[in-house]
């Protein structure tokens, strides 16, 4: 009786994620069918198996099929080690391009191209490695005293990223013949000629495997806590390290073969646990071969739709999409009232003290950047003859430069104080590279003329305002979390990185002048360009006082301000709007890069000075000085060639800001 109503166990239907896989799969190799059809028909297939000397077999041979291979292998590759840095790391917001692995991978293989390619011959991959651990223990060391938070990751791996990129930039701009050919690898170029790449990465990505399958039961231990692991008598600093090494190792393996794909190490490990796959072996599996999927499939499209350009591209676009999709639903602790707060013991001082001095300071730096100089003979200083000669061409540069570093440090104590992070700013926000986006939109749909210099600023502007739409969008679900803020800033910066790497391989005679501007160069700044970024300082001076208060009670919170009065809908538009104009008007100056907007209300804060209005007045004086000291720098260190002002504030300004970093308590 018992055995006729014994009822078998429901089968456990597959994740969802495994008809996704599948799916993908389907859909690229129908692509890669129909495109190999057109290069040779089904029936001759077979005469690829011997030794032939038609082109069509050899294109096949060599350029087709490698193609495919390589992108099935540095999709799982990527796919296996995203997995592997947020499972160790348990952060679900961490891969290789987020944490700086790559960008370190990247310089460090610019570096070697330049003064050591001996190294490169046979040991390409142990140069990326050098670079990527580099940069993983800088994040890891910048990360450590908050407990290697998710935030603190994000925002080590941020720096690092933009510092290596700016390093980066510095030599482009100072060997662009050299590197020239780096353009299209660093947007990730899956083209192959012969199976080089393939028989490269393959063995290391097996290796890999079954690297991962043995620490599979003791990378699972990890999501038990510190405590269950040790309980379970499993080693969790080993555990940690060895895993972080078989990413890294993994991430520079792919750099080192086909360049910087950025996100599909995101992408992947998330589209698998939307899918239904909650355990960690299962995501071991799953992830490598979601990673394969997207990627050629990705590929297949960029060869069907827009042959030429690199995978990469497409990569970083469909994944910064994906991404911003995806950030409304991952689950973080939202940061509690009074989080952003600055918890510095520095003694309050009075600021209306503080102010002079900062305008003392900023008279000395006008008078030295128009009197002191590095020219043929060496340093020396300019009579007022000598100054009367060169107005035209010192003065337009020092008014810019002190007009860019205001706006930057006014934008940054206002997104800081609308936002409740002290970690945010235009620049890091991805408000600075939403302007240039505009910019670099503009320059596409121009197809080879002229940029209107009106037409720059309003689409800047454009730009910089539906970048804080969407930052407040996502904020607003999640309670302005930071790290969703600071990830949107990425993935901006990203798409921004994405379209430049697009138009610096498409040959454009204006080229030049579009990698001066995005290098924040203000050598061809004249009067006119000056006069209006004054203007809009003057502008922002004057509207300070009308936000004052209500920049001095947003960072207690959105319910708190509306029971003190303000109007919460309409301040924010007005400082959203104050905001996009001084970072459009700003980027057309300087360019999306620099630290002016981050440092600078850090230091006010350090010094004391923490109301709203005397910080928007001492944050323009103070950038102002640092962004013309930048632009000073930049023309005379190395006379008579030239750094940007903008490749200078961030290269001075990144490590000053990851010590206060590492300075900075839990």
């Given at each position: 009786?018992?055995?006729?109503?014994?009822?078998?166990?429901?089968?456990?239907?597959?994740?969802?994620?495994?008809?996704?896989?599948?799916?993908?799969?389907?859909?690229?190799?129908?692509m890669?069918?129909?495109?190999?059809?057109?290069?040779?028909?089904?029936?001759?297939?077979?005469?690829?198996?011997?030794?032939?000397?038609?082109?069509?077999?050899?294109?096949?041979?060599?350029?087709?099929?490698?193609r495919?291979?390589?992108?099935?292998?540095?999709?799982?590759?990527?796919?296996?080690?995203?997995?592997?840095?947020?499972?160790?790391?348990?952060?679900?917001?961490?891969?290789?391009?987020?944490?700086?692995?790559?960008?370190?991978?990247?310089?460090?293989?610019?570096?070697?191209?330049l003064?050591?390619?001996?190294?490169?011959?046979?040991?390409?991959?142990?140069?990326?490695?050098?670079?990527?651990?580099?940069?993983?223990?800088?994040?890891?060391?910048?990360?450590?005293?908050?407990?290697?938070?998710?935030?603190?990751?994000?925002?080590?791996?941020?720096?690092?990223?933009?510092?290596?990129?700016t390093?980066?930039?510095?030599?482009?701009?100072?060997?662009?013949?050299?590197?020239?050919?780096?353009?299209?690898?660093?947007?990730?170029?899956?083209?192959?000629i012969?199976?080089?790449n393939?028989?490269?990465?393959?063995?290391?990505?097996?290796?890999a495997?079954?690297?991962?399958?043995?620490?599979?039961?003791?990378?699972?231990?990890?999501?038990?806590?510190?405590?269950?692991?040790?309980?379970?008598?499993?080693?969790?600093?080993?555990?940690?390290?060895?895993?972080?090494l078989?990413?890294?190792?993994?991430?520079?393996c792919?750099?080192?073969?086909?360049?910087?794909?950025?996100?599909?190490?995101?992408?992947?490990?998330?589209?698998?646990?939307?899918?239904?796959?909650?355990?960690?072996?299962?995501?071991?599996?799953?992830?490598?071969?979601?990673?394969?999927?997207?990627?050629?499939?990705?590929?297949?499209?960029?060869?069907?739709f827009?042959?030429?350009?690199?995978?990469?591209?497409?990569?970083?676009?469909?994944?910064?999409?994906?991404l911003?999709?995806?950030?409304?639903?991952?689950?973080?602790?939202?940061?509690?009232?009074?989080?952003?707060?600055?918890?510095?013991?520095?003694?309050?001082?009075?600021?209306?003290?503080v102010?002079p001095?900062?305008?003392i300071?900023?008279?000395l730096?006008?008078?030295?950047?128009?009197?002191?100089?590095q020219?043929?003979?060496g340093?020396?200083?300019?009579?007022?003859?000598?100054?009367?000669?060169l107005?035209?061409?010192?003065?337009?540069?020092?008014?810019?430069?002190?007009?860019?570093?205001?706006m930057?440090?006014?934008?940054?104590?206002i997104?800081?104080?609308?936002?409740?992070?002290?970690?945010?700013?235009?620049?890091?926000?991805?408000?600075?590279?939403?302007a240039?986006?505009g910019?670099?939109?503009?320059?596409?749909?121009?197809?080879?003329r002229?940029?209107p210099?009106?037409?720059?600023?309003?689409?800047?502007?454009?730009?910089?305002?539906?970048?804080?739409?969407?930052?407040?969008?996502?904020?607003?679900?999640?309670?302005?979390?930071?790290?969703?803020?600071?990830?949107?800033?990425?993935?901006?910066?990203?798409?921004?990185?994405?379209?430049?790497?697009?138009?610096?391989?498409?040959g454009?005679?204006?080229?030049?002048?579009?990698?001066?501007?995005?290098?924040?160069?203000t050598?061809?700044?004249?009067?006119?360009?000056?006069?209006t970024?004054?203007?809009?300082v003057?502008?922002?001076?004057l509207?300070?006082?009308?936000?004052?208060r209500?920049?001095?009670?947003?960072?207690?919170?959105?319910?708190?301000?509306?029971?003190?009065?303000?109007?919460?809908?309409?301040?924010?538009?007005?400082?959203?709007?104050?905001?996009?104009?001084?970072?459009?008007?700003?980027?057309?100056?300087?360019?999306?890069?620099?630290?002016?907007?981050?440092?600078?209300?850090?230091?006010?804060?350090?010094?004391?000075?923490?109301?709203?209005?005397?910080?928007?007045?001492?944050?323009?004086?103070?950038?102002?000085?640092?962004?013309?000291?930048?632009?000073?720098?930049?023309?005379?260190?190395?006379?008579?060639?030239?750094?940007?002002?903008?490749?200078?504030?961030?290269?001075?300004?990144?490590?000053?800001?990851?010590?206060?970093?590492?300075?900075?308590?839990?």
């Amino acid at each position: 009786m018992s055995e006729a109503l014994s009822v078998a166990p429901p089968r456990r239907a597959l994740p969802v994620a495994v008809w996704v896989i599948l799916g993908l799969l389907v859909l690229a190799a129908s692509m890669a069918y129909g495109q190999l059809s057109q290069v040779l028909p089904p029936q001759r297939w077979a005469e690829l198996l011997a030794p032939q000397t038609a082109p069509q077999l050899l294109l096949i041979q060599y350029v087709v099929l490698p193609r495919m291979c390589i992108a099935l292998l540095t999709g799982t590759a990527l796919g296996l080690a995203g997995t592997l840095f947020q499972t160790v790391l348990r952060s679900s917001l961490a891969e290789p391009s987020t944490l700086g692995v790559s960008a370190g991978a990247y310089l460090a293989l610019s570096i070697a191209l330049l003064y050591a390619p001996g190294l490169l011959d046979d040991g390409r991959e142990w140069v990326a490695m050098a670079g990527a651990s580099v940069a993983t223990l800088l994040v890891v060391l910048l990360a450590a005293r908050r407990g290697l938070s998710p935030l603190a990751l994000i925002i080590g791996g941020m720096l690092v990223t933009l510092y290596c990129g700016t390093s980066n930039s510095i030599l482009v701009l100072f060997n662009q013949e050299a590197l020239s050919e780096l353009f299209v690898w660093q947007a990730g170029d899956l083209t192959q000629i012969g199976w080089a790449n393939v028989q490269f990465l393959a063995p290391r990505l097996a290796l890999a495997l079954l690297l991962t399958i043995a620490l599979a039961r003791m990378l699972d231990t990890l999501s038990l806590g510190d405590a269950g692991a040790r309980g379970l008598g499993v080693s969790l600093g080993m555990t940690r390290v060895v895993g972080m090494l078989l990413a890294t190792w993994l991430s520079a393996c792919v750099v080192s073969s086909v360049g910087v794909i950025a996100f599909l190490g995101l992408a992947a490990p998330h589209l698998v646990r939307l899918g239904g796959v909650r355990r960690l072996r299962g995501q071991l599996l799953a992830s490598p071969v979601m990673g394969a999927a997207l990627l050629w499939l990705a590929d297949e499209l960029m060869r069907r739709f827009a042959n030429g350009l690199p995978t990469g591209i497409a990569s970083s676009l469909l994944g910064a999409v994906l991404l911003l999709w995806l950030l409304p639903r991952l689950r973080d602790t939202p940061p509690r009232p009074g989080d952003s707060r600055n918890h510095s013991r520095a003694r309050a001082l009075n600021p209306w003290r503080v102010l002079p001095v900062a305008g003392i300071g900023l008279v000395l730096t006008v008078l030295m950047l128009l009197f002191v100089s590095q020219g043929p003979q060496g340093w020396h200083i300019s009579d007022l003859a000598e100054i009367r000669e060169l107005w035209s061409l010192r003065a337009p540069r020092v008014i810019a430069s002190l007009a860019a570093g205001a706006m930057l440090a006014i934008g940054g104590v206002i997104i800081q104080r609308m936002t409740g992070n002290p970690m945010a700013s235009p620049e890091v926000m991805g408000i600075s590279s939403g302007a240039a986006l505009g910019v670099i939109l503009l320059f596409l749909m121009t197809a080879g003329r002229a940029l209107p210099e009106g037409a720059m600023l309003l689409m800047a502007l454009g730009g910089a305002f539906i970048t804080l739409l969407i930052l407040l969008g996502l904020g607003w679900r999640s309670a302005f979390a930071p790290d969703r803020m600071l990830l949107t800033g990425v993935v901006l910066a990203t798409l921004t990185g994405s379209l430049s790497a697009m138009v610096l391989i498409s040959g454009d005679p204006r080229l030049n002048l579009l990698l001066s501007w995005m290098s924040g160069s203000t050598y061809r700044v004249d009067f006119p360009d000056a006069w209006t970024a004054c203007a809009v300082v003057l502008v922002l001076l004057l509207c300070t006082p009308l936000t004052a208060r209500w920049l001095d009670i947003l960072p207690l919170g959105g319910v708190t301000a509306q029971n003190v009065g303000v109007p919460l809908a309409r301040a924010r538009l007005f400082l959203l709007l104050l905001t996009a104009l001084a970072t459009a008007t700003a980027t057309l100056i300087v360019g999306p890069l620099s630290f002016v907007g981050l440092i600078v209300p850090h230091i006010l804060r350090m010094s004391g000075v923490r109301q709203a209005l005397p910080q928007l007045l001492g944050a323009a004086l103070l950038g102002a000085v640092v962004m013309s000291l930048a632009d000073w720098l930049g023309r005379t260190l190395i006379y008579p060639w030239q750094i940007p002002a903008g490749l200078m504030a961030t290269f001075i300004g990144g490590p000053y800001f990851m010590l206060l970093i590492l300075k900075r308590k839990a």
